[in-house]
Structure formats: C-alpha cells, structure tokens
C-alpha cells in the first residue's frame, strides 16, 4: 500500500512538473520577446550609443559568466544534484541572451512585436550584444586555456620536483 502511494505521488509530481514546464514554455514564447523588447527599450530609450553600450555590457556579462558555470557542469566532481544546479543558474544567468537570440531568429507574433520594438526603441542593441557576446565567448576560451596551462605547469613541476628527490635520496 505504501509502494502504491509513493508511486502515484511521483507520477502526480512528474505531471505537474511537465504541465509547469509547458506552460513556462508558453509564456516564453508568447509573453517573453515582448516582455524582454520593452524593457530594453525602456533603458536604451531610442539612444544608439546607449544601445550599443547596453547591447555590449549584455552580450559579454550574459554570455561570460554562464559559460564559466558550465565548466563546473562538466567537471568529474561534484554530484548530479550539484551539477543540475550549476547547469540551471548558468542557464538563468544566460536568459537576457538567449531571449535576444529568440527575438531575432523568432518567427512568432511576439518575436516579430519584439523586434519592431528593438528596431525603433533600442537601435543597435542586437548587433552589439552579438558582438559582446562573441568576444565572451572568445575570453571564455582564453582563460579555460590559461587554466589548463597552469594545471599542466602545476604537474610538471612536481613531477620534477619528485624527480628532484629521487636524485638526492640515492647514494653516491
């Protein structure tokens, strides 16, 4: 009897997690870009050098700091759960970004008002958060470089420093 009410109390779970989850996906599709265009707008307010700032600081900041979280998703350590959790803060931290990006490839009603709206209240705010957030991406790749190096150069050096006292403990 107990096995049975546990069963069907996940079963209720799950169903309910999926019907929020389709109606999230609704209102990102429908009510978002529309959302998102006017309060860009409202900050940019029709100014192309603060749309270029705005679209800029957008692009690298929602871009940068996402795919730093990710690199903690793909390490061995850390749990599932913790893994998932990183995954979802990158994913939210991420959102400005990726609602632009549903804005201009968008086909829908909402992705067309959005971008009527980004054309006359926020000029220049797409292009340059595309470009804030290629030179994150590319700043992103840099220092998980540096980091590698640095891991490696890590290694090396003990593995020459063990080397090192080897030498010393034998006899001449």
């Known amino acids: 009897m107990v096995k049975d009410s546990s069963l069907r109390a996940k079963i209720i779970l799950v169903l309910v997690t999926a019907a929020l989850l389709a109606l999230a996906g609704l209102l990102a599709v429908v009510w978002l870009p529309r959302w998102w265009a006017q309060r860009v707008g409202d900050v940019v307010d029709g100014r192309m050098s603060t749309g270029i700032v705005a679209g800029i600081l957008c692009g690298l900041v929602f871009t940068l700091i996402p795919l730093l979280l990710l690199r903690r998703v793909f390490t061995r350590r850390g749990s599932l759960g913790s893994r998932v959790a990183w995954l979802v803060s990158a994913t939210v931290l991420a959102a400005p970004n990726l609602t632009t990006l549903g804005i201009v490839l968008g086909d829908g009603d909402a992705a067309h008002a959005g971008q009527r709206i980004l054309d006359v209240e926020a000029p220049a705010f797409r292009t340059a958060s595309a470009i804030g957030a290629v030179v994150a991406a590319v700043l992103a790749v ?31």
């Open 142 to 172: 840099m220092w998980w470089a540096l980091m590698a190096s640095r891991r490696r150069h890590k290694r090396q050096i003990a593995q020459l420093q063990a080397g090192t006292h080897d030498r010393d403990d034998k006899p001449s």
